[in-house]
């Protein structure tokens, strides 16, 4: 089926659902519709049996919920760029994860567990919230592409907290971030003068960037290990030149009580959950220098 039929479903389904509701509220969910891009006609079935599966767990705590649904996605084919398209749209797409969106995944699941919501719609919600800035969808400038971007914009609304800097071996790193307008031939999307100028805007507010990691050497170290849970959010702080994070994952503990690495793996073509620790997987890593931690914030 294709998205656009996808779409006109979902139109009459809002239709058909809002019967007895004001127009306003009809029209802001069809609106909402339209700026949807599903991966395919079951994607809010499979979204509303995660649910299902985390509210039954019974489990409460965000970081336990986080670990739950990775384990749920494990074996989950990774595939870049699902994101892009000629037009900016929420995209919804979890039968193909690289490693930001299956971060975003496990946190929309989470969050809407969490508040005892347990339709795709609030998922979708959550995902808006936490991939565009301000939670708001506009254009391709408005999506959070930096994780320096991503990081301070959610922490600001309470969505996520950075815990690096309460580990006591923290270093701070200086960098400028402008990876993508140096890199103009690599996104479609900054061949539009417009877009490429939006994008240059949010680079200079990251013009020398200061911010906290905690260097690899130290990973298995009593400091890391007093602070950081399973469940947190791990990016991993590189060496290129206009970039601060290249990969995301999540937190599990081995049981010599060392962090590894659940992630989607570019190199492994899935979800999965690494064979070696964190800190002996990154030993043979030239172009990684550290890495940073977060957690989703939940009162």
């Known amino acids: 089926m294709t998205t656009r039929k996808i779409l006109w479903l979902l139109l009459a389904m809002f239709i058909s659902v809002g019967a007895g509701r004001s127009s306003s509220e009809t029209l802001l969910q069809a609106t909402t ?8 006609e079951n994607d809010t079935l499979k979204i509303e049996t995660l649910l299902a599966e985390g509210r039954d767990s019974g489990l409460s705590d965000a970081n336990e919920l986080v670990c739950f649904y990775a384990h749920r ?13 000629d037009t900016e749209m929420l995209t919804i797409n979890i039968d193909e994860l690289d490693c930001t969106t299956f971060v975003e995944t496990l946190y929309a699941l989470t969050k809407a567990t969490l508040n005892g919501r347990y339709t795709w719609r609030d998922y979708a919600n959550h995902l808006k919230d936490l991939r565009y800035r301000h939670g708001e969808l506009g254009d391709y400038s408005s999506r959070l592409h930096y994780m320096c971007d991503w990081i301070i914009d959610n922490s600001n609304r309470g969505n996520i907290v950075d815990i690096t800097s309460d580990i006591g071996c923290v270093r701070y790193k200086i960098k400028t971030i402008n990876y993508m307008t140096t890199h103009r031939e690599s996104y479609p999307s900054l061949a539009n003068d417009s877009i490429f100028e939006l994008i240059k805007d949010v680079e200079i507010g990251y ?6 990691y905690i260097k690899k050497e130290q990973l298995n170290s009593k400091d890391v290990k007093r602070v950081v849970k399973r469940g947190d959010f791990v990016g991993l702080v590189t060496r290129i030149n206009g970039l601060d994070i290249s990969h995301l994952g999540v937190v599990e503990v081995n049981a010599e009580g060392n962090l590894v ?12 959950l690494e064979q070696v620790d964190l800190k002996t997987q990154l030993s043979k890593s030239s172009k990684t220098e550290g890495v940073r931690f977060f957690r989703i914030k939940f009162d």
């Open 261 to 272: 690495l659940l992630d989607a793996s570019s190199v492994g073509k899935k979800v999965m």
């Open 33 to 40: 519709a339209e700026q949807m891009r599903f991966h395919c």
């Open 207 to 212: 013009h020398n960037h200061r911010f906290p």
């Open 73 to 85: 996605l494990e074996g989950t084919p990774y595939v870049a760029h699902t994101l892009e398209g």
